[in-house]
């Protein structure tokens, strides 16, 4: 066995100000604020949630209020880190979330950014092309014709402005954020599915060295 030690992530003192990334992004799509939905008590939620594997296509508006309540920006405040820190429903290492999320809809061959403190989506002009072999390995994964697809890709310079060794700090909120939204998509009564596979080697080539990475994928929808 061989396990990669990632180290031990330590705040560094001074921090390491980083320049996030700028996207080439085309259309904007503004989603609906989250309707008030008729959803189970949280601990229902935690005892009931399973991964389900069947995808009917889900409608713009469940997928705004998918977004609304696992993913968006409930609060955000400067730091001196050279971006924003923020607070959402899933928790993340230094309130940092270095981890984008990647939209694919079905009956779209576009790809869309969720910009979690607008609440909009943002086409990404060049992702059709470099990722259209994602879209593929991820069918063959879990065959779901109809889920819409999300890709976390994390930009590491975010965690890594902020801690030395932060590498695991990353894998461990991409946990965290897919554990908050296999939680919402059960609330709100949608079937989810996380897949193993990271994205890679496609994620990556979004960006120039090492910017960006593919650090996980999971399949939404309704059920059918
Ligand atoms: C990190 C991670 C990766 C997963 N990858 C896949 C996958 O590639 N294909 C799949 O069908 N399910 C995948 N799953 C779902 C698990 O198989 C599922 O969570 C497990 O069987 C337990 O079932 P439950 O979620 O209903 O409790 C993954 C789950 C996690 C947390």
Redesign the pocket.
């Known amino acids: 066995m061989t396990w990669i030690d990632l180290g031990n992530p330590l705040p560094k003192h001074p921090s390491d100000p980083y320049q996030p990334f700028r996207w080439a992004t085309g259309k904007i799509q503004r989603l609906p604020a989250g309707s008030t939905v008729a959803s189970p008590a949280v601990l229902e939620v935690l005892q009931q949630?399973?991964?389900v594997?069947q995808f009917a296509s889900l409608e713009d508006e469940g997928l705004a209020d998918f977004l609304w309540y696992a993913c968006r920006a409930h609060e955000t405040w400067p730091s001196d880190l050279g971006f924003e820190l923020e607070s959402r429903a899933s928790p993340s290492a230094g309130a940092i979330h270095p981890i984008h999320l990647l939209i694919k809809r079905p009956n779209d061959l576009r790809w869309w950014l969720y910009e979690p403190r607008g609440h909009f989506l943002a086409e990404l002009t060049t992702a059709p092309k470099v990722l259209n072999g994602l879209c593929e390995h991820s069918q063959q994964?879990?065959d779901a014709p109809h889920a819409t697809l999300i890709l976390f890709l994390a930009e590491p310079g975010k965690t890594l402005a902020k801690y030395q060794e932060g590498c695991s700090l990353i894998w461990r909120d991409a946990?965290a954020q897919?554990a908050t939204m296999?939680l919402a998509a059960y609330g709100l009564g949608l079937n989810f599915?996380?897949?193993?596979?990271t994205g890679e080697p496609w994620a990556s080539a979004l960006a120039e060295e090492g910017q960006l990475v593919g650090v996980?994928l999971a399949f939404l929808g309704l059920a059918p």
């Open positions: 949630r399973r991964t594997r994964v879990v946990g897919l296999a599915c996380p897949l193993g596979i996980g």
